[in-house]
């Protein structure tokens, strides 16, 4: 994954991609800041979780910016969440996570009840880890709970 995000800094610098060299430093640099406090090599798989993080950070920046109307914010970091959806493994759609979610619930036996959220939450998490961002899991749960 290193490798890839420094080719791919290499390559938007021929480009002149300003967006997506800025992106990639960005990531580059909060795996390094990890790898230093750790003082460990990241895998593959722990730097996923820095990638989604930084998804995370965007997609709230957004409604940020929106509130504020920093519509030319906006369009940048919708162009940035683009760049790093590249090197995340495809989220699932709504239904997906629904149906996810349904078959958590079936196998912990949770049919209806505000008060199963955690359970139904923890459960349908593990299934989605990676694949599905927190809050789309918690309005399926909730969505699930109130049927």
Known sequence: ???????????AMKEKDEIRKNTITMVRAAIKQIEIDTKTELSDDEILPIISKQVKMRKDAL??????????????????????????????????????????????????????????????????????????VKDAVMKFLKK
């Open 63 to 136: 409604a940020d910016f929106e509130r504020g109307g920093r519509t030319d914010l906006m369009e940048v970091y919708k162009q940035e969440i683009e760049v790093l959806n590249e090197y995340l493994p495809k989220q699932l759609t709504p239904e997906e996570i629904e149906s996810l979610v349904a078959e958590a619930a079936n196998e912990i036996g949770v049919t209806s009840g505000m008060e199963n959220m955690g359970k139904l939450m923890g459960a349908s998490m593990s299934k989605c880890k990676g694949l599905a961002d927190g809050s789309d």
């Open 1 to 11: 994954m290193k490798n890839r995000l420094m080719a791919d800094f290499k390559a």
